[in-house]
């Protein structure tokens, strides 16, 4: 798609300020009922595709993403334009600088719509959680559009949006990605900088991109990706043009499905349309093997504690004095001395979600002198292990190239179906938890349609490939594409 309209811009078929203005106005037309977006950067947003419209007619050649416009997650910092992390301590809070991605993609002339709504501070699998408003999946409003990133996803189902970005910690791109039909991809660990990414999990969150095509999220991911000196997990990769990759010949590539994931407890309708795509694979020339990672069953465990462990941490700064919410003296009760420590605790009382108390206060307990050995430590020991698991089936001399999966194991619930169970919630991300703990870039695209209720919903199918081999996954992921 951000070929093609590249192509129309060039052409003369259209202007870049005629396009944005084309996408404001569906915005202002639907997203009342979808609730995709938080904020929108009308102004912002013209003046690069004037910019872009005038480069044109000078003859000057431009970037494929430039004057396309996209949507950035609430928790990307975008400079001069409020950015909430949906969360109402940081309500009041207007950006100050621009994160690396979105200096980057306006280098490049990219376009911003504005700023997509999700589960506040990146905590939840629904977008039912965002201090705002929940936002609905377009196929089916009744259903969730998945989270932490459901705005970035629904704005592109919806057509709102050409691309945009989203952040995954445990899944929070491919997840909703394969609820709302689109793409998703989560980069290695370390190939995208996390310089203005409001810190969820720092040793696992990673900005990447949510599109229609594979081919879209190619040519996001190579303006996006490359080394940062503001980020020292950053690593030296960069440089390349994904979408130069994509020949769709996958003749010798050996995909691995672990048996762990398909399981009797694998939902039958799921696991058949899983069966059917591990057939189109075959198609395509690929070879498909059984593979064994043991320790999966611990995964989700582990990240929940390593999670919760980090955001406690990270949001220890959201204090209500250096910037955010802070409850002034006429909003507190008569015997509220206004202490210092009655400041921090008001704010951050009123301030965060209850999804967000409850993770602070287990990361916390689990940090905690009596309990860092026997939850964090292990936890962290289990880690290695699993990258262990994954180094084996990918590197041992008779290895898979990519390991293939459900992204989850149903299609969109409704809305309330699991909001009173987190435990339930945090099922959402059995499949997709494993690629953030061991690092590999993951990649979540349509596979095929379940029934539910007279309805056909999506599913997603996730690909996982070696560390910094997003060329041959997303090569994998776009020869399934050219089959269907």
Same mark, same amino acid.
């Given at each position: 798609m951000?070929?093609?309209?590249?192509?129309?811009?060039?052409?003369?078929?259209?202007?870049?300020?005629?396009l944005?203005?084309?996408?404001?106005?569906?915005?202002?037309?639907?997203?009342?009922?979808?609730?995709?977006?938080?904020?929108?950067?009308?102004?912002?947003?013209?003046?690069?595709?004037?910019?872009?419209?005038?480069?044109?007619?000078?003859?000057?050649?431009?970037?494929?993403?430039?004057?396309?416009?996209?949507?950035?997650?609430?928790?990307?910092?975008?400079?001069?334009?409020?950015?909430?992390?949906?969360?109402?301590?940081?309500?009041?809070?207007?950006?100050?600088?621009?994160?690396?991605?979105?200096?980057?993609?306006?280098?490049?002339?990219?376009?911003?719509?504005?700023?997509?709504?999700?589960?506040?501070?990146?905590?939840?699998?629904?977008?039912?959680?965002?201090?705002?408003?929940?936002?609905?999946?377009?196929?089916?409003?009744?259903?969730?559009?998945?989270?932490?990133?459901?705005?970035?996803?629904?704005?592109?189902?919806?057509?709102?949006?050409?691309?945009?970005?989203?952040s995954?910690?445990?899944?929070?791109?491919?997840?909703?990605?394969?609820?709302?039909g689109?793409?998703?991809?989560?980069?290695?660990?370390?190939?995208?900088?996390?310089?203005?990414?409001?810190?969820?999990?720092?040793?696992?969150?990673?900005?990447?991109?949510?599109?229609?095509?594979?081919?879209?999220?190619?040519?996001?991911?190579?303006?996006?990706?490359?080394?940062?000196?503001?980020?020292?997990? %950053? @690593?030296?990769?960069? !440089?390349?043009?994904? /979408?130069? +990759? *994509?020949?769709?010949?996958?003749? #010798?590539?050996k995909?691995?499905?672990?048996?762990?994931?398909?399981?009797?407890?694998?939902?039958?309708?799921?696991?058949?349309?899983?069966?059917?795509?591990?057939?189109?694979?075959?198609?395509?020339?690929?070879?498909?093997?059984?593979?064994?990672?043991?320790?999966?069953?611990?995964?989700?465990?582990?990240?929940?504690?390593?999670?919760t462990?980090?955001?406690?941490?990270?949001?220890?700064?959201?204090?209500?004095?250096?910037?955010?919410?802070?409850?002034?003296?006429?909003?507190? %009760? @008569?015997?509220?001395? !206004?202490?210092?420590? /009655?400041? +921090? *605790?008001?704010?951050?009382?009123? #301030?965060?979600g209850?999804?967000?108390?409850?993770?602070?206060?287990?990361?916390?307990?689990?940090?905690s002198?009596g309990?860092?050995?026997?939850?964090?430590?292990?936890?962290?020991?289990?880690?290695?292990?699993?990258?262990?698991?994954?180094?084996?089936?990918?590197?041992?001399?008779?290895?898979?190239?990519f390991?293939?999966?459900?992204?989850?194991?149903?299609?969109?619930?409704?809305?309330?179906?699991?909001?009173?169970?987190?435990?339930?919630?945090?099922?959402?991300?059995?499949?997709?938890?494993?690629?953030?703990?061991?690092?590999?870039?993951?990649i979540?695209?349509?596979?095929?349609?379940?029934?539910?209720?007279?309805?056909?919903?999506?599913?997603?199918?996730?690909?996982?490939?070696?560390?910094?081999?997003?060329?041959?996954?997303?090569?994998?992921?776009?020869?399934f594409?050219?089959?269907?």
């Amino acid at each position: 798609m951000i070929k093609e309209l590249h192509q129309k811009l060039v052409n003369g078929e259209t202007t870049s300020v005629k396009l944005t203005e084309e996408y404001f106005d569906r915005i202002k037309k639907d997203d009342e009922s979808i609730g995709a977006y938080l904020t929108l950067t009308e102004d912002l947003a013209l003046r690069q595709a004037d910019l872009i419209d005038k480069k044109i007619k000078q003859g000057e050649k431009i970037d494929l993403i430039a004057g396309i416009p996209g949507a950035i997650k609430d928790n990307i910092c975008v400079a001069g334009t409020r950015t909430t992390a949906a969360s109402k301590i940081l309500d009041n809070y207007i950006a100050p600088y621009n994160a690396t991605v979105a200096e980057r993609l306006l280098k490049e002339g990219a376009v911003f719509l504005g700023k997509t709504n999700m589960d506040e501070f990146a905590c939840g699998s629904s977008t039912e959680k965002s201090a705002y408003r929940p936002t609905k999946n377009p196929l089916d409003p009744e259903r969730v559009p998945g989270g932490s990133s459901g705005g970035s996803a629904a704005a592109i189902a919806a057509d709102l949006a050409v691309w945009s970005l989203g952040s995954d910690t445990g899944g929070s791109i491919r997840q909703p990605a394969a609820y709302t039909g689109t793409v998703g991809l989560k980069p290695t660990y370390g190939r995208v900088s996390r310089y203005g990414l409001l810190a969820m999990a720092s040793s696992l969150d990673q900005i990447g991109p949510i599109v229609k095509t594979v081919e879209d999220a190619a040519i996001v991911l190579s303006r996006i990706a490359g080394e940062d000196s503001m980020d020292a997990t %950053s @690593a030296r990769s960069g !440089g390349k043009f994904y /979408e130069d +990759y *994509l020949n769709g010949n996958l003749a #010798g590539a050996k995909i691995g499905v672990p048996r762990e994931y398909v399981g009797e407890e694998l939902d039958s309708e799921v696991k058949m349309v899983f069966e059917q795509s591990l057939k189109k694979f075959e198609k395509a020339g690929a070879e498909i093997r059984e593979v064994n990672i043991p320790l999966t069953p611990y995964a989700l465990a582990v990240y929940y504690i390593l999670m919760t462990s980090e955001l406690s941490s990270n949001l220890a700064r959201f204090d209500g004095i250096k910037y955010g919410l802070s409850i002034d003296d006429e909003q507190r %009760s @008569a015997d509220n001395s !206004g202490t210092l420590l /009655e400041i +921090y *605790l008001d704010s951050r009382r009123y #301030g965060f979600g209850e999804e967000i108390k409850r993770r602070i206060i287990l990361g916390t307990y689990a940090l905690s002198a009596g309990y860092y050995d026997a939850y964090y430590k292990k936890a962290q020991k289990v880690r290695r292990m699993l990258r262990e698991d994954f180094e084996k089936v990918f590197n041992e001399k008779d290895g898979v190239d990519f390991i293939f999966s459900p992204t989850t194991p149903e299609p969109a619930f409704k809305f309330g179906e699991k909001s009173k169970d987190p435990l339930a919630m945090y099922l959402a991300d059995i499949y997709t938890v494993s690629a953030n703990l061991v690092g590999v870039p993951a990649i979540s695209f349509p596979i095929g349609m379940v029934k539910r209720e007279g309805k056909d919903l999506p599913l997603g199918g996730q690909l996982m490939g070696k560390w910094f081999d997003e060329e041959n996954l997303l090569n994998a992921a776009y020869a399934f594409e050219q089959l269907e």
